[in-house]
């Protein structure tokens, strides 16, 4: 995600030197344990690890002990301080030049298990950012809503999907503090988006993976208020929490029980799991009978239903023969085109033209995801254009956008147990530039669906904090999918 560890209004006095109020470089809550190194430079000078301090809730740690805090959330919404110990101390309205290095590990995204009772090796999460700031004591403030929207037309009993979103669309604006959890509830039915309410526990579950008591009164008033609905509990599994070693079995158990358990007490019908391991998947579905789960491995870009990965996961299911298996089918599997979003940041990243074509030209291709980046890479460097200067987009433009052709949703249609409808832009005509909606919409009218399309604007892991409201965004996206599915039902 481009909104990194720091913003214009990270600079604070402190009385050791300075503080850099930080933002968790990511879209959902991490252990400090995946917190691999954290490097500071001010005004040109590198600042000595001795003299960096990480303050979280109260508590301070040395950067080199981070790595071992494996029991302590970095919940998404909370703003720890990096303080430098340093005579001169940092004054309101002091400007200094800061650059923020930062390593991280994601510990649910696992390259390749540990061998021999080691660990893993992790996705990493590098961030590297250069800023002029200017020392203050207050927040920055979240821009205006628009508030003026008319109202949507209202569901009829012949729509065949229910619609709603995954909160996961206001990710960013739900870390930077422009939402508390109430807040963002609110806004989502000022908009009239709904009735489906989706989440990723991970991300706003301040006590995960257990789910408080006082989050359950919370998630009830706000529901009772509003008549929201629970569609989809987003559930991670940790794997590399310990950096010394990955997760047992058990341990891997005990995890997804503790979030089964959760999703039970807020009344989700559905949890969309991250491992359909054959074993574990054995011990849980005694689990989800009992707590009248359904369980849904989700098919997401660069992947299709018919990848070797998923029809290993169809196989699997084939022998477990459960009705309350099936998928969560990712619309970023299925895109036509690059989002203009995507290409946006690039540019502003310091490709031209010309890579920007070379780019889109390379995605269109037939090859795999990997040759495809690695082709992408050498082309630039041909061009002695340092690809680190893309950050995660060089990798992203390839994981995160898919094109298997859309008619291949069909063949696991009965096994469709929820829909992401992700989207990156809606523009001027109202229509998805790079996703067919249409003919998303005639697939699934077709093939008999009829649970719901939960809208999922991922635009945030290439747009800059307040470049769009990805809320407003989601109710045109409404609108777009409400008329497609009623001129099919006309046809």
Do not use: C
Not at 19 to 43: E, K, N, Q
Not at 155 to 176: C, I, M, N, V
Not at 179 to 195: K, Q, S, T
């Amino acid at each position: 995600m481009p909104n990194g560890l720091i913003a214009d209004d990270s600079l604070r006095r402190h009385p050791d030197g300075l503080a850099l109020r930080l933002t968790l470089p990511w879209y959902r809550s991490l252990w400090l344990s995946s917190v691999s190194t954290l490097g500071v430079t001010i005004d040109g000078a590198e600042v000595a690890a001795s003299d960096l301090s990480f303050e979280l809730a109260g508590r301070r740690y040395a950067i080199e002990e981070l790595p071992a805090q494996s029991e302590t959330l970095w919940f998404l919404q909370a703003h720890p301080l990096l303080i430098v110990r340093r005579d001169e101390k940092v004054a309101v309205g002091d400007t200094h030049g800061v650059t923020v290095h930062g390593e991280l590990r994601l510990p649910y995204m696992q390259i390749a298990p540990g061998a021999d009772g080691g660990p893993g090796l992790y996705v990493p999460n590098v961030v590297h950012q250069t800023l002029t700031l200017t020392a203050t004591d207050v927040d920055a403030l979240p821009p205006a809503l628009v508030r003026d929207v008319a109202p949507p037309p209202p569901a009829t009993d012949s729509d065949p999907f229910q619609l709603g979103l995954t909160l996961y669309s206001a990710s960013a604006e739900f870390r930077a503090g422009w939402y508390d959890f109430d807040g963002l509830l609110d806004r989502v039915a000022e908009l009239g988006i709904g009735p489906g309410i989706e989440i990723v526990a991970s991300q706003m579950v301040p006590t995960y993976p257990v789910v408080s008591d006082d989050f359950v009164r919370t998630w009830r008033d706000a529901f009772d208020r509003h008549g929201f609905a629970e569609s989809s509990f987003g559930a991670n599994l940790d794997m590399g929490r310990r950096r010394d070693r990955d997760m047992t079995p058990d341990e891997e158990f005990a995890f997804t029980l503790e979030m089964f358990r959760g999703a039970k007490k807020l009344g989700f019908p559905l949890v969309r799991i991250q491992s359909a391991k054959p074993a574990l998947l054995r011990r849980l579905l005694p689990v989800a009978e009992d707590l009248e789960l359904k369980l849904a491995y989700e098919i997401h870009a660069p992947l299709g239903p018919n990848a070797p990965e998923i029809l290993r996961v169809r196989d699997t299911y084939a022998e477990l023969d459960s009705p309350l298996l099936g998928f969560v089918a990712d619309f970023s599997s299925t895109m036509h085109a690059m989002s203009p979003t995507l290409l946006r940041a690039v540019r502003r990243a310091g490709l031209d033209d010309e890579a920007v074509d070379r780019l889109q030209e390379i995605w269109a291709t037939d090859a795999s995801m990997r040759d495809r980046q690695q082709e992408f890479i050498a082309y630039l460097t041909g061009r002695d254009f340092d690809p680190g200067r893309l950050g995660a987009f060089a990798h992203l433009a390839f994981n995160m956008h898919g094109h298997v052709d859309p008619a291949e949703w069909a063949d696991i249609m009965p096994q469709i147990l929820h829909v992401h409808a992700k989207f990156y832009d809606i523009d001027e005509s109202g229509q998805e530039p790079a996703i067919d909606y249409p003919a998303l919409v005639e697939v699934f009218v077709d093939g008999g669906y009829r649970g719901y399309w939960s809208s999922e604007w991922e635009g945030h892991a290439f747009a800059e904090l307040g470049e769009v409201d990805p809320l407003l965004l989601v109710r045109r996206q409404h609108d777009l999918i409400r008329a497609a599915m009623r001129e099919r039902e006309t046809v």
